[in-house]
């Protein structure tokens, strides 16, 4: 093991950036992702939203990115392992996109709780 060096951790950085390249360029789902994370922040921005909203849409956001990312790289995995059907590659692969969904589910409710007061007052006459 070498120590610590600040090239290596530059280093570091570009292979994370490489990373999020990949899981931009190969996952139609992380470009639905991209919109989602715009749109919210943009609705955030708009209706002026407290620190503490902006802290719950901030993990939300990244909870998402964060499965996402871990499913690309399972996804990735098994199909080095296993280029042919596997029934065990399936099911690994399909919890790992039911992580992705129960994120996003969760980021959505989180949405409703920040944003649903503001709209509303909003609404109100």
């Known amino acids: ?6 090239s290596g ?6 292979y ?12 139609h789902n992380a ?3 991209l919109g ?3 749109a919210v922040i943009a609705a955030a921005a708009a209706l002026g939203i407290n620190a503490w909203e902006w802290l719950a849409l901030v993990v939300a956001i ?7 990312a871990f499913n690309t ?9 296993s280029p042919d059907f596997h029934p065990l590659i399936k099911k690994a692969n399909d919890v790992s996109a039911g992580a992705v969904l129960l994120s996003a589910c969760g980021a ?9 007061p503001h709209v509303l007052k909003l609404a109100a006459p």
């Open 31 to 33: 470009w639905i992702h």
């Open 62 to 68: 990244t909870m998402v990115w964060v499965a996402e």
């Open 73 to 81: 790289a399972l996804e990735l995995v098994c199909d080095m392992a």
């Open 1 to 6: 093991m070498t120590g610590f060096s600040i």
């Open 36 to 38: 989602a994370t715009l």
């Open 108 to 116: 959505m409710v989180i949405g409703g709780i920040v944003f649903v």
């Open 9 to 14: 951790r530059i280093k570091s950085i570009g």
């Open 16 to 27: 994370a950036l490489q990373g999020i390249a990949v899981l931009l360029h190969s996952q």
